[in-house]
């Protein structure tokens, strides 16, 4: 079956380091999309791919990059993690389309910055 | 800016009772808006969608209504399970905007049995 997984699902980082949370789906998604999730937030996008080589920032990007080489992986990385991003944070993807294609989403990686 | 805003935060239903979760937008340009249902330790899940051309949609014990004057959406759970507890999130979309969804704040739904 499709899957959309995510690793690690738990971290434990210090404050300056840099830190990759990687996604992996095997839908053969077109769209790729990283989220945080805060209490009282909801769910926020940080960046979303729309296909290989594509990548664009969302409402909540700065201190985070991605890149896609492939179709089936969005790395996420935080190039000096600061306590600020001690977050849950999922990964989701879609096909090709309008926004009524439906997302799915990871089962999250936990993230504490000391 | 929040362009979706969710309310309440948390509810405890009695089992066999109807949980209502209530949005509003401000974006008269969404015309998608889904729900997404989250159980702990795992990502959100697509639960039920509404496009604004109609009112209501309901799907087995769980209705969307919608008022488009209003600028408002709620999601209904008849006869509340323990197994509805979980938190939902409402969200909405421009479905030119190709996929970009903006969700909620979240409600934190228990059912007592």
């Known amino acids: 079956d499709a899957e959309i997984t995510q690793s690690p699902r738990h971290k434990i980082t210090e404050t300056g380091r840099q830190v990759t949370l990687a996604c992996h789906q095997t839908?053969?998604?077109?769209?790729m999309f990283w989220y945080r999730q805060d209490l009282g937030h909801g769910l926020r996008l940080i960046h979303y791919s729309y296909g290989v080589q594509d990548t664009n920032k969302g409402e909540v990007s700065d201190g985070y990059s991605v890149s896609r080489s492939n179709t089936e992986d969005l790395p996420l990385t935080l190039e000096s993690a600061a306590s600020s991003q001690t977050s849950v944070y999922f990964c989701a993807s879609s096909a090709s389309g309008g926004s009524t294609d439906t997302q799915y989403f990871g089962p999250g990686t936990r993230l504490t910055v000391l | 800016q929040q362009q979706v805003k969710q309310s309440p935060q948390s509810l405890i239903v009695q089992k066999g009772g109807i949980s209502i979760i209530n949005c509003a937008y401000e974006?008269?340009?969404?015309?998608?808006f889904p729900w997404y249902q989250q159980f702990p330790g795992k990502g959100p899940a697509l639960l039920i969608a509404i496009r604004p051309d109609v009112s209501e949609k309901k799907e087995g014990r769980f209705t969307i209504s919608f008022n488009k004057s209003a600028k408002q959406f709620s999601l209904h759970i008849m006869d509340s399970q323990p197994g509805d507890s979980a938190t939902y999130f409402c969200?909405?979309?421009?479905?030119?905007?190709?996929?970009?969804?903006?969700f909620g704040s979240g409600t934190r739904l228990s059912i007592r049995p």
């Open positions: 974006n008269t340009a969404f015309d998608y």
């Open positions: 969200a909405a979309s421009i479905d030119s905007s190709a996929s970009k969804i903006i």
């Open positions: 839908w053969n998604h077109n769209n």
